[in-house]
């Protein structure tokens, strides 16, 4: 049998399996696509609740979504529990918790809320930092991404525009992989990133104050402050928006 196939032109044995090749690796891409951005989420997200024997119900209308989340503190053990609570950790994801802890740290969160510096400010740091990046003319990858997020809420936050270390946006980039469920995060790079903001929380008086030596001993004190950088950043972009149309 070797010695045939060693026999045959290349092109009769190569070019079959290039082309098999390509049509396997197309179909795996138009699969991965839409179970990501298409249908196939739905899917999924179906035949997870089956498998639980849960009923599914998608809710498209955002004012009845908010009136369904609001109506009671649990969030059921959907796949944010199942999947997102682990994915997150050391981190305890407020979005994801339920009934008495999530009580907690919603409190705690709109606690911080009170002593965070205006969103106003936050929008132009924002627009100031961006456009930064665009004129140096570089690839935004998700890296840099991450990156420009973090420098965007460091200097909002601590009035420190210093560079942001490699370690805290590996840190991120691991995170990000293990909540997209493409793999194990690294847990000593993550814990690296903990420590990151704990020292800048201990070295500024006005966010130690707020909550002491807890922000150092309960998980629940300082992944706050993973929710604060989401609700901000989503806060900062529509104010930043409307500075743009003015």
């Known amino acids: 049998m070797f010695t ?7 092109k009769s044995t190569i070019l079959p399996y290039s ?9 795996l891409y138009l699969v991965s696509k839409h179970i990501r951005y298409d249908f196939g989420r739905e ?20 004012a009845l979504a908010r009136r369904l989340l609001s109506s009671s503190s649990s969030k059921g053990s959907g796949i944010e529990q199942i999947l997102s ?42 627009g100031t930092t961006a456009e930064s990046y665009l004129e140096k003319e570089e690839i935004i990858d998700s890296r840099a991404l991450s990156k420009l997020i973090v420098e965007i809420m460091q200097t909002w936050l601590f009035g420190d525009s210093g560079e942001v ?11 990000r992989k293990e909540i997209a469920i493409k793999g194990r995060g690294g847990d000593e790079v ?29 998980a629940e004190y300082w992944s706050d402050w993973q929710w604060l950088s989401a609700h901000a950043l989503r806060s900062a972009s529509q104010r930043l928006t409307r500075l743009n149309y003015k």
């Open 4 to 10: 045939l196939f060693a026999l045959l032109p290349w």
């Open 19 to 27: 082309a098999l090749f390509v049509t396997i690796s197309f179909v």
């Open 43 to 62: 899917f999924v997200l179906n035949l997870f609740c089956s498998m639980q024997g849960r009923k599914s119900l998608w809710v498209s209308d955002p």
């Open 85 to 126: 609570t682990k994915a997150f950790l050391p981190i305890i994801s407020l979005e994801s918790v339920n009934g008495d802890q999530w009580e907690r740290m919603k409190e705690n969160f709109l606690t911080l809320k009170t002593h965070l510096p205006p969103l106003d400010e936050l929008a132009k740091i924002a």
């Open 165 to 175: 270390s490699d370690e805290v946006i590996a840190a991120i980039e691991e995170w």
């Open 190 to 218: 993550k814990a690296l990133a903990v420590s990151w903001i704990q020292g800048k929380i201990r070295r500024n008086r006005k966010y130690f104050e707020i909550f002491g030596e807890k922000w150092f001993t309960d």
